[in-house]
């Protein structure tokens, strides 16, 4: 599903957040992304999602070296992910049902398709009866379910979750963290990372670990030498 080879991202000025960064995440497979901030998590998920390109090396997403994708093709790429953030960037002037549309709009399904689609999405989160309310409404839990009815309503693939407990409480960071493994029990790729090491442990998936840019650790590559 996704490889990392020998990646390097160096931004304007000479900070250089990933050196030489390599790992595979096979399809269908959970992983958690850790390391201090400013080890180069986010980075690492915006090279997945093209929202930054590698200086060097290689990412590739199903095969294809995503490297190369042209600009005018970055939309296509990302309706192969879910992405979801910490600060949940829904738009505060729309509902819940027009935030979790908002993709299938962009991506041209049907009037009659969508509010099926939408329903499904928040009933996964157990939102349905939120569907009519503002953002503003809602508590910061809710409000970050939201953003993950509204990543997985087209169905990508893949997700990916920048820090998407930072802002809740322990409990309500283990009731996200369980949904990601419930859409993984389906199939869907989930990279997570976080900062989080108790949830992490206590989910029990694979972990990658970033230091000043570099992997210090790679599970995912020892269970695969395990094998």
Do not use: C, W
Request: proline letters at 5%.
């Amino acid at each position: 599903m996704i490889e990392f080879h020998q990646v390097f991202k160096r931004y304007e000025g000479g900070h250089e957040a990933l050196k030489g960064v390599s790992f595979e995440l096979p399809a269908g497979e959970m992983a958690f992304l850790t390391g201090h901030s400013g080890a180069g998590k986010s980075t690492l998920l915006k090279l997945i999602a093209l929202m930054e390109r590698p200086t060097r090396g290689q990412v590739i997403l199903d095969g294809q070296n995503i490297s190369k994708v042209k600009d005018r093709h970055i939309p296509y790429h990302r309706r192969k992910i879910g992405m979801i953030f910490q600060d949940h960037r829904l738009l505060f002037d729309r509902t819940v049902f027009d935030n979790v549309a908002l993709p299938l709009i962009i991506a041209g399904v049907s009037d009659r398709e969508i509010p099926k689609r939408v329903r499904a999405a928040l009933d996964k989160v157990g939102l349905l009866s939120k569907e009519k309310q503002l953002p503003i409404q809602l508590s910061g839990g809710e409000q970050q379910r939201v953003g993950i009815a509204r990543a997985v309503v087209n169905k990508p693939p893949l997700l990916l979750a920048d820090e998407p407990t930072g802002n809740l409480d322990p409990e309500l960071s283990a009731d996200i963290m369980n949904l990601f493994a419930e859409f993984n029990q389906v199939g869907v790729s989930v990279l997570i990372a976080s900062h989080d090491l108790a949830l992490i442990a206590r989910m029990r998936h694979p972990v990658i670990t970033l230091k000043e840019g570099r992997t210090i650790r790679n599970e995912l590559a020892e269970a695969a030498f395990d094998e």
